[in-house]
């Protein structure tokens, strides 16, 4: 006996067409009733509060990927359900929310969350369910294959990360005194703690380090402690684009040029609505990646600009970062993928999936993942961009490359 079986192309994914239909496989011992069942992926999202530009970004394309899915017949037949619950950045929510998919929800596999926050609270958890798991976050300690076997991570560590700011503030910029600054939160907290422990291991001389409440509405006296003491450069770690634009609001009323370095929610379109001029959101410099940045000649990969060709008029991109969006058309067709290819949505085939993947052709990154190895991002894609050059979402490389 034999099943119509959906085979749904990389192209299929990303550009939302709707893939084709074959005659193939035979029908899997599972109950055709649970065949029929909806696949469902739980979606921590902080889609509001002031760590929620991130979020926004990936939900863009969590749901762009869902739609083309659906609309092209689902997977193996089966329509993906999209269980989101807004998290806030809240730790102590997104606890509850990942127990409520888990035991209420049933979902099959949880992208998110995307704060590392939230993460530290909710990884644990999805550890002891044995739930699959895909999360940016970038805190080291997120990923551990002999504790936490079923999460892997879809964005750089913050290692990395920290060594692409660092190396552009000290080699790049030539800054020799540095502020090194982040809010309040987990990730803002251990962020700021390890770049100032890298730039004094590197012999920088870091004359300023804070942690700062992303809703404070006065960010001079902060920034006027940062003058007072010699930053060349400051390294800002924070989700919150309140904060980068209330940063650069500031800085400008001192007339003061020296650069922003850090981030990547300082360079979100978000901020270009919170400063007080454009010309605020000069000499600030964020994480970027090589899919996602204009050329010398002004051109994207091929890949991502087919990708915003077929997706135009569908993707809101003005006020968001295009990496953000391409995540979260990835992790569903990662996810869409594995069941696709194992016939299962057991949470034992879907980790076992993820584990067996070398340079799998994202369209934000290439991930390679293995039994002893969940940080899947390759370091040679982490560039610097400029954060207020954004064109759909995507940054020209930062002056230095």
């Not at 092209?72 to 990942?98: M, S, Y």
């Not at 798991?133 to 892997?152: E, G, Q, R, W």
Request: aromatic share 8%.
């Amino acid at each position: 006996m034999t099943i119509l079986r959906r085979t749904i192309s990389r192209r299929a994914f990303t550009a939302g067409s709707a893939g084709t239909l074959a005659l193939g496989a035979p029908l899997l011992s599972r109950p055709a009733l649970a065949q029929a069942e909806p696949l469902r992926i739980g979606w921590l999202a902080a889609l509001t509060g002031p760590s929620s530009a991130p979020a926004v970004g990936f939900n863009r394309g969590v749901v762009y990927a869902v739609e083309a899915i659906n609309a092209g017949g689902g997977v193996k037949g089966r329509k993906i359900e999209l269980v989101t619950r807004d998290t806030q950045g809240d730790p102590t929510k997104a606890v509850n929310a990942t127990q409520e998919m888990i035991s209420a929800a049933k979902v099959h596999a949880i992208w998110g969350p995307t704060n590392s926050g939230e993460a530290l609270a909710t990884t644990p958890i999805m550890a002891r369910f044995k739930m699959p798991n895909l999360h940016p976050c970038v805190v080291n300690s997120l990923i551990d294959t002999a504790k936490y076997p079923n999460a892997f991570r879809m964005a750089p560590s913050n290692s990395q990360w920290d060594d692409a700011v660092r190396g552009y503030v000290l080699k790049i910029v030539k800054a020799k005194k540095v502020a090194v600054i982040g809010d309040t939160t987990g990730y803002g907290t251990t962020a700021a703690g390890d770049s100032v422990t890298a730039f004094k291991k590197d012999g920088a001389d870091v004359v300023y380090t804070a942690q700062i409440d992303s809703t404070q509405p006065d960010m001079m006296p902060d920034m006027l402690r940062m003058k007072n003491a010699g930053a060349e450069a400051i390294v800002m770690w924070s989700v919150s684009t309140g904060m980068a634009a209330r940063m650069f609001n500031a800085r400008a009323a001192l007339n003061w040029d020296v650069p922003f370095v850090g981030h990547p929610s300082l360079g979100s379109g978000e901020v270009a609505g919170l400063i007080e001029k454009p010309a605020n959101w000069e000499k600030v410099y964020v994480i970027n990646y090589r899919s996602c940045s204009f050329d010398a000649a002004g051109k994207l990969p091929t890949r991502t600009q087919e990708f915003l060709d077929k997706s135009k008029g569908k993707i809101d991109l003005t006020n968001t970062l295009l990496w953000w969006v391409a995540s979260g058309v990835d992790v569903i067709e990662i996810f869409a993928k594995a069941v696709t290819e194992t016939g299962s949505s057991n949470s034992e085939d879907i980790i076992k999936f993820l584990n067996a993947q070398t340079k799998y052709p994202g369209l934000f990154g290439t991930y390679t993942w293995n039994t002893g190895e969940h940080n899947g991002f390759p370091t040679e894609e982490i560039v610097m961009g400029a954060a207020n050059s954004s064109k759909d979402g995507a940054l020209k490389l930062a002056p230095g490359y």
